[in-house]
Structure formats: structure tokens, C-alpha cells
């Protein structure tokens, strides 16, 4: 890995990112995954591809709207709204039903928000992907990849020439060749 070090006042930003991320994701968050080492993982990754300190706060809370009772509201008083517009560009609405649905809308308005929350979710689906053969039904299986696929041609025009994405096409396809053996 080849970590690169940050200035202390960043390091400042970045700590209290992560600390907003475990106080509020402890009192109140609802998933399985390990959200606050994905969550940092995240964001560690983006910044040693060279990206900002906004990119790495978004990594550090995009989950927080989706998996516990934060509010676009919250994050917005102590990270700005541009951060908490973000955020809310990335988390899905547990309203629609549909999943594919659900996840197209959500792109949807993440292709809208812009580059930095493609680059985002892109190194956000590359981290979950790693989970996908650990799902049993082979069915689910190939609806996560097709997510990915999905999300590879939306974004491909805003940040096809990015690392990230690059990082996500190869997985993508470790995936696919991954489950197309398995099927035979």
C-alpha cells in the first residue's frame, strides 16, 4: 500500500468525521456489515488514489443516512450541506419496494450530484463486491453483479478514466468469471 501522510489539520477533519461516524452509527445503527471499518476503509483507499478531503469525509459517513437514524439535517450542522447533499445522494430510499428500482434511483441522483459521489459509490460498490460470493443463492449473486454492471455504464462517461473505477470494472469482472464457473 502506499500510504500517504496528511497534514495535522486534516487529520483533524478526517477525526472528527470519524468520531460522528462511531457515536452516531453505535447509538443507532442497523447493519450487519462492518460499516464503521468499511466506512474508513473507504475513505483511506480514496485518499491514497489521491483524492480530497470532502471525498474522504463522504466515504467516512455515506452509510450513516442508510444504516441508523441520522439525518441529512445532522450531518449538514456539524459537515455543511454540501457533504450532507452528498451523503443523501448516496444513501437509497428504504421507501421504493423494488430493489433494482431502488438502486437505479439511487445512482440516479448520485450521477446527478456529480463526479465526487461517483467516485463514492464506485469505491463503495468495489468494497461490497468482495462480499457477493458470500451470498448463497446464486440468483442474488448475479443481480449484484448486474448492480455493478449497472453502475459501471452510468458512470463511465463522468469517471470511466479514474482508478476507482477501473478498480470496480476489474472486480466486476473476477465476479462474473468467478460465477459463470461456478455455474458449470
Known sequence: MNMRFIKPEDGHRLSKAISFLV????QTGNNPKP???HSLTLAFYLLD????????????????????DTTKEDI??????????RVEALSFKVAIEDKEAR?????DRIKADGREALIVKCADICSNSLYIRLVEDLEKQQFLIDKLNYFLAISKELIGAEKVWSDLLCRGQ??????????L
Open 49 to 68: 488514489l489521491g483524492y480530497g478531503l470532502d471525498i474522504a469525509e463522504t466515504a467516512i459517513l455515506h452509510d450513516l443516512i442508510e444504516d441508523s
Open 76 to 85: 449538514s450542522v456539524v459537515f455543511g450541506e454540501r457533504i450532507a447533499a
Open 103 to 107: 438502486y437505479k434511483e439511487m445512482f
Open 174 to 183: 473476477e465476479e462474473s468469471e468467478r460465477l459463470k464457473s461456478s455455474r
Open 35 to 37: 460499516v464503521v471499518y
Open 23 to 26: 457515536s452516531h452509527y453505535m
